[in-house]
């Protein structure tokens, strides 16, 4: 049990249980769906750019509680960002789940994202905790793709 | 069988079959295996295991065409798994019989050979809300090549086919019904005597995906009337990579071949290439020999275990599981059909299969979660995905309980 509160950190199970920035925002001028068709997991985020910032950003969709979290907290971390910063932000969140020592770098940049290091210790669950920032990507991207995480 | 028939049955001795199964006495976590995924695969007998060993140690050789000792003796043995299979499945002519990989390429091999002779433009392939993807895609694809319909005839609440919404499907146009005998992801069995009347009433030939029947019970191709069965050895606890189709020699016997290549010809030249009889017309390459071999012991264990010991033990352990699932409020079990085998997919509420599945398996048990290949399903019953213990001849009441107390253990987490 204890191996898996650090899986299901506190943090994770708050924003699954009430997801920040769950809906379509009033205005959006991007959006993007993925799709993990391992699990099924589907989630849209919506997005409001104006000037190079994401002034708005939402999503809907239904998947895991570390896919749910992840969505929710990428949304709180992201809101009021530059896009040219997000890159740099996904490779961090990305390098935070994937590592493969147990011990993990601080990577202060990710603030509260930390939580989900505990992702790295099961490969299967690192799809369900990048979802959410492959769509954002998709979305800025507006390639109209389905951001998949195969 | 009733309670009464079923008393009259030798009980199964789980410890001793067990035994039998050397992958379940080891240890996942630090806790003891207890495997409820046989629905995706099953586990393999020691007999199975060593029967391949020994082929491959001292008896392999390819098949059909070498002069040498090792090759004949390797294609006696071979065939010989064509006659189990055949008597297995209570067949008239071991030709009947046609080693694939496994049921997705039986369904392939229909639609592919038989389909694109005999279906056309406007014609229509009827399937049930209930397929497998198995048993979707293959026939989307013909609809596709064709211009053919696909239409599918929906469920019930129960995950139910009803006779009436089938003959409502049925019209002047069907070529073919193809439809599960055992849905994967609800458990459900259908009735099949009565779907195969109703096809063959109206001369409308019919496919029936055996892959979820043939582990839970004992059947019978001419009892029951189709035109084609197919399911996959590894479902079986057999080897992967050996799978069956099951064809009525009449209907085989007028299909062009598959795949083309070495061992399904009778002669070759550039000009023009004869092919051979059936069941060798649809065995193009070397095929998986030894998974064969495995198949052939799979059966044969089965049988000496007996069907009616297993049945009667899944139905005791089905009952058992369903009650104490019943018991945890949070639960609601999809697929409650009046007759189905001990698959059972459930939602817990508030918690998504992916992260009990997750939980479970901390404990040492492994369960299915996702769409099981059966999207529509899912859809059907409004969930993105399910949670899916399957339970075999080989699960105790103690594996139900290992499931109960796993997923006490998820809700206690997500409270």
């Known amino acids: 049990m204890d191996e898996l509160r650090d899986l299901y950190q506190a943090t994770i199970m708050d924003h699954n249980r009430s997801p920040r920035n769950f809906g379509q925002p009033d205005s959006s001028n991007h959006r993007a769906d993925g799709h993990n068709p391992v699990c099924g997991d589907k989630i849209t985020v919506y997005l409001d750019v104006r000037d190079g910032r994401i002034e708005d950003i939402g999503f809907e969709g239904a998947g895991c509680a570390i896919s749910t979290a992840s969505a929710s907290l990428m949304t709180e971390f992201v809101k009021g960002m530059e896009v040219a910063r997000v890159g740099d932000s996904f490779e961090c969140f990305h390098e935070l789940v994937t590592g493969s020592e147990l011990e993990v770098p601080e990577i202060p940049e990710l603030g509260k994202l930390v939580v989900f290091a505990g992702v790295r210790a099961y490969p299967v669950r690192v799809k369900c905790a990048t979802l959410a920032w492959h769509t954002l990507r998709s979305a800025l991207a507006e390639d109209g793709a389905v951001a998949k995480t195969e | ?415």
């Open chain 2, 1 to 415: 069988m009733s309670t009464a028939e079923r008393a009259l049955v030798a009980p199964l001795d789980v410890e001793k079959v067990r035994a039998d199964f050397p992958i379940l006495s080891r240890s996942v976590h630090g806790k003891p295996l207890v495997f409820l995924d046989s629905a995706a695969s099953s586990q393999k007998p020691q007999v199975v295991i060593d029967a391949m060993s020994e082929f491959y140690s001292s008896g392999y050789a390819n098949i059909h065409r070498g002069l040498y000792e090792l090759s004949a003796e390797a294609t006696r043995r071979y065939e010989a798994v064509r006659e189990i299979t055949r008597n297995f499945i209570g067949a008239g002519d071991a030709r009947e019989i046609v080693f694939v990989r496994n049921a997705t390429e039986a369904i392939n091999l229909v639609a592919h050979s038989w389909g694109r002779s005999h279906v056309s433009e406007g014609d229509e392939v009827l399937i049930s809300a209930m397929e497998h993807h198995a048993n979707i895609v293959p026939w989307q694809m013909l609809c596709e090549e064709k211009g053919a319909v696909l239409r599918v005839v929906p469920i019930n609440d129960r995950g139910e086919i009803e006779l009436e919404a089938l003959e409502q499907h049925i019209s002047s146009r069907t070529r073919m019904i193809s439809v599960c005998h055992v849905s994967n992801a609800l458990g459900t069995i259908n009735p099949v005597d009565e779907i195969v009347s109703m096809a063959h009433a109206r001369g409308i030939p019919i496919l029936l995906d055996g892959a979820q029947a043939v582990p839970h019970m004992k059947v019978n191709v001419e009892e029951i009337g189709c035109d084609f069965y197919v399911f996959s050895g590894h479902k079986l606890f057999g080897p992967s990579g050996a799978g069956v189709l099951y064809g009525r020699l009449e209907l085989l016997d007028a299909m062009p071949p598959f795949l083309g290549g070495g061992d399904m010809i009778e002669s070759v030249s550039f000009e023009k290439t004869t092919y051979a009889e059936v069941p060798q017309r649809f065995e193009a390459g070397t095929p998986d020999i030894a998974g064969v071999i495995g198949l052939g012991a799979a059966i044969e264990y089965l049988e000496s275990v007996g069907w009616d010991a297993i049945e009667a033990w899944e139905v005791e352990l089905m009952d058992y599981a369903v009650d104490r699932l019943a018991a945890i409020p949070e639960v609601r079990v999809i697929g409650t059909a009046r007759r189905k085998v001990p698959v059972l997919s459930f939602d817990l509420e508030g918690v998504h299969p992916h992260d009990v599945a997750m939980v479970l398996d901390q404990e040492g048990v492994a369960v299915r979660a996702g769409h099981h290949c059966a999207q529509p399903v899912m859809e059907r019953f409004e969930v993105p995905a399910t949670t899916r213990a399957t339970l075999a001849f080989y699960n105790t009441r103690s594996d139900v309980d290992a499931l109960v107390r796993g997923l006490e253990k998820v809700l206690e987490l997500f409270d």
